[in-house]
């Protein structure tokens, strides 16, 4: 089992700057990837921004060049920097660890319990 603990969320204005942390412990794989969504009210959970721990980024497109997201593999925590954030960021985020495992093949997801960010005009 894995656990997922965030932290960093809150109330923002418009314009201003968030840092999320999530640190995983338990069994986590050699080869996973730790990610970050976010579900608004009403809306389908959505991929914000995913790191492999070969430290290879994927972001949404609506979060390029806002969002960053980062990890140290030694603490197993990544962080999810967001800058110049606007009212339509306002969702919960939820820290997610995906684990690759061989032998057989098969993957593994975690959730953390999420993260309240709201970005206020």
């Known amino acids: 089992q894995v656990q997922l603990v965030e932290s960093g969320g809150g109330l923002v204005q418009s314009g201003g700057s968030l840092r999320l942390s999530c640190a995983a412990s338990?069994?986590?794989?050699?080869?996973?990837?730790m990610g970050w969504y976010r579900q608004a009210p009403g809306k389908q959970r959505e991929l914000v921004a995913e790191?492999?721990?070969?430290?290879?980024?994927n972001y949404a497109d609506s979060m390029k060049g806002r969002f960053t997201i980062s990890r140290n593999n030694a603490k197993n925590t990544v962080y999810l920097q967001m800058n110049s954030l606007k009212p339509e960021d306002t969702a919960v985020y939820y820290c997610n660890l995906r684990n690759f495992l061989t032998l057989p093949i098969r993957e593994q997801n975690y959730w953390g319990q999420g993260a309240q960010v709201t970005v206020s005009s």
């Open positions: 338990g069994r986590i794989a050699y080869s996973n990837t």
């Open positions: 790191i492999t721990s070969g430290d290879s980024t």
